[in-house]
């Protein structure tokens, strides 16, 4: 304030910066209009809502069947893209009962997925059981992977009266590779199909009858540090095993590292019938190495540093292999 007369302020803006006076102190004339900017308002979207005619089964049958669909096709992956629809053969016959369709209701729906994921097993994919403490466990050779060989029996063998199958695994370390090198991918499908010459035939696994004699390979320089263990009916079923292991990692077999076991005990042959009582209860003996016939199934590769095993040939077609057969 001056002598009562008040002093023109140029107003400002937002940001501080001063504006243009808009009139003149003598006369009050206007010099630059004053138009009012009206403040800034959000736009308010609509407000979310499911359509009237919204049916509930439908959607999720449109979310659910696409992706069940494309599971059931990568377990049918030795199927050609251009497969269509028939029961011409055993695996044609269960794709097509896995098969969701638009058409399907809700009970039909939770019998394929049943199929699939229970009775196939596509839910057990990468699971394993495991009893006892994880401290026990000794961590891996510092480095170089492990290659395991997986055997399983055939349903077909199982005497009457067994409830599960039999099974068996080897493994061998690749001492020539280790988990930084360059062209581990590389190598690794070089010996994935190295396992699909060796392991494979007409594109199933070989056999391997299983017995009472331990049969141990012990070669710590090529990979078979603690004496890998083969569990088979005669000492030539396992040497066979070693030689194409042998093969798969392109090392020399030396029959000088075979060590055989063979216990007073025979092999269990056909059902067990004997019983004991355990804490009140009749239970059957457990039976002492079974002879029985075990088909080559997957081959595994543990690599140090991994979270998960990489499958390098699966004949069970619930893995995705580096190497399809």
Same mark, same amino acid.
């Given at each position: 304030?001056?002598? $009562? ?15 243009? @006076? ?6 009050? !004339?206007?010099? +630059?209009?004053?138009?009012p ?16 005619n ?5 959607h999720?049958?449109?979310?659910? /069947?696409?992706? *069940? =669909? ?8 030795? %199927?050609?893209?251009?497969?269509k629809? =028939?029961?011409? +053969? ?8 896995? +098969?969701? /369709?638009?058409?399907?209701?809700q !009970? ?5 997925? *049943? ?10 994919k $990468? ?15 510092? $480095? %170089? ?22 099974? !068996?695994?080897?493994?061998?370390? /690749? ?15 070089e010996?994935? +199909?190295?396992i ?41 079923? !396992? ?17 000088? %590292?075979?060590?055989?076991? =063979? ?41 140090? $540093?991994?979270?998960? @095993? ?9 893995? =995705? ?5």
């Amino acid at each position: 304030m001056s002598d $009562g007369i008040p002093e023109n302020i140029p107003p400002k803006d937002e940001q501080g910066r001063q504006l243009p @006076p808009t009139s003149d102190i003598p006369t009050g !004339a206007t010099k +630059t209009p004053f138009t009012p900017v009206p403040p800034i308002t959000a736009k308010v979207p609509a407000d979310d809502s499911l359509p009237d005619n919204f049916q509930p089964f439908e959607h999720l049958q449109n979310v659910y /069947l696409p992706q *069940h =669909n494309a599971l059931v096709k990568r377990y049918f992956s030795d %199927h050609a893209d251009d497969w269509k629809p =028939n029961i011409a +053969t055993a695996r044609s016959s269960l794709r097509v009962a896995c +098969t969701m /369709l638009d058409s399907d209701n809700q !009970a039909i729906m939770a019998l394929r997925h *049943h199929l699939l994921f229970d009775l196939l097993g596509y839910g057990r994919k $990468g699971l394993a059981l495991f009893y006892g403490s994880r401290e026990s466990i000794d961590p891996p050779v510092v $480095g %170089h992977p492990k290659i395991t060989f997986y055997f399983s029996q055939d349903s077909a063998s199982m005497p009457e009266g067994q409830d599960y199958k039999s099974d !068996a695994e080897c493994s061998v370390r /690749l001492m020539k590779l280790e988990n930084i090198s360059l062209n581990l991918r590389e190598k690794l499908i070089e010996i994935a +199909t190295e396992i699909k010459s060796q392991f494979l035939l007409n594109k199933q696994g070989i056999l391997l009858t299983k017995g009472n004699l331990c049969i141990s390979y012990k070669d710590v320089k090529n990979g078979f540090p603690n004496g890998t263990k083969i569990f088979a009916n005669t000492e030539e079923d !396992a040497i066979d095993i070693y030689k194409r292991i042998c093969n798969v990692i392109d090392v020399t077999f030396d029959e000088n %590292h075979i060590n055989v076991g =063979n216990p007073k005990k025979p092999s269990t042959i056909g059902a067990v019938t004997e019983t004991q009582i355990i804490m009140g209860r009749k239970r059957k003996l457990k039976a002492y190495r079974r002879v029985t016939n075990m088909r080559f199934r997957y081959a595994s590769c543990e690599i140090p $540093g991994e979270p998960q @095993p990489l499958f390098l040939v699966d004949t069970t077609y619930r893995y =995705n292999p580096l190497v399809k057969i």
